[in-house]
């Protein structure tokens, strides 16, 4: 903004958005009017008593994301590490930046990656941070050097050449893990861009910046800890805009995901009912009823009885028996879709 407004041209604006038009008199300008027509755009109303949340269709497309990342991820330090790893997508949640960093415990090491999306049509920048205990990164340096950690062994910060080694051959393969994971929707440019064992020297923004935290638990060998992966909410927005939609444009690009997902549906159950037919009665007459009444529905012998799945009405059948059984022959389908 060019000019500093002053208080009475600041009331003005905030009682025209209150009552849905432009500011108007003798002491408007064009330049408070531009304003108030843009701030109108780009104000997004906020509700307290309910904090956003992560919808459904973003936690289905970070799950199969970040499970993607996981595995490739275990994958690769596996045969690094030499010995077995585990790596698990325990929680996803939606926190302020304030929040975590307040959670993490000092010293931590704290990754800093640089994710970049120059395809969108506004390129997307972000800073992520991916955390783990110093035990836990030192049980790994310990492991690439060929020895075999110790249980006990007091927390202290990693040297300048433990720092290097991990970073190089312990988080190199997390930013190929992680950049893999993310091609199936988006082309991501991820690049390490630091590591921190102080979470007080990681502000990147404000503090009230909300954050999209996933959680692992890591099995090494014998060795078991949690870490976390941090994105930034409004990148996650600016990647997928519409999860639902990149999500299924993912799967049905491919083959072998859509042969799971149609075998995972042919086993799930769902409910099947048939009705010879309906009608109405008032209570009066349906607190009267008693042994031996007779209930009078509209059809005809011999009409098909309606075959509803799932509450939707999808055939018509011909009541019959087989095997022993009452059964229904499937004449017509009444829904094409």
């Known amino acids: 903004m060019d000019e500093i407004l002053s208080q009475a041209e600041i009331d003005r604006l905030v009682l025209a958005r209150q009552k849905g038009k432009e500011p108007a008199g003798p002491e408007s300008e064009p330049g408070v ?4 027509r843009e701030g109108a755009r780009r104000i997004e109303r906020f509700d ?5 949340q992560l919808t459904r269709d973003q936690i289905r497309l970070l799950r199969k994301v970040y499970e993607d990342f996981a595995r490739k991820w275990r994958n690769v330090i596996s045969v690094r590490l030499r010995f077995d790893v585990s ?5 996803l949640q939606l926190i302020s930046q304030y929040e975590y960093m307040r959670s993490l415990p000092n010293p931590t090491i704290v990754s800093t990656l640089q994710l970049s999306a120059a395809s969108l049509p506004e390129k997307v920048v972000a800073t992520c941070f991916c955390q783990m205990s110093v035990e836990l990164a030192l049980v790994a340096y310990i492991r690439l ?26 988080f190199t393969p997390m930013v190929e893990a992680l950049r893999e994971a993310w091609r199936g929707i988006v082309p991501l440019d991820v690049r390490p861009a630091g590591l921190e064992t102080n979470p007080f020297f990681l502000s990147t923004g404000s503090d009230q910046e909300l954050l999209v935290v996933a959680t692992f638990e890591g099995l090494f060998g ?14 996650l927005v600016a990647l997928a805009p519409d999860a639902t939609r990149e999500l299924n444009r993912n799967q049905g690009g491919n083959p072998a995901e859509r042969v799971r997902l149609r075998a995972h549906l042919g086993r799930t159950p769902i409910r099947v009912e048939a009705f010879l037919g309906r009608t109405h009665l008032t209570v009066g007459e349906m607190m009267a009823l008693s042994p031996g009444d007779l209930l009078l ?10 075959v509803v799945v799932g509450g939707q009405p999808l055939f018509r059948a011909k009541p019959g028996s087989a095997g022993g059984k009452l ?6 389908i009444t829904r094409k879709d």
């Open 48 to 52: 307290f008593r309910a904090p956003r």
């Open 87 to 91: 790596l698990n997508l325990t929680g």
């Open 145 to 170: 050097c060929g020895g075999r950690p110790q249980e006990g062994r007091e927390a202290r910060e990693p040297t300048e050449l433990e720092r290097r080694v991990l970073q190089r051959q312990f």
């Open 297 to 306: 529905l509209p059809v005809a012998v011999g009409d098909p009885a309606e």
């Open 222 to 235: 014998d060795y078991r800890d949690g870490f976390s992966l941090a994105l930034p909410y409004a990148a």
């Open 33 to 36: 009017e531009k304003l108030a």
């Open 327 to 332: 059964a229904l022959l499937i004449t017509e």
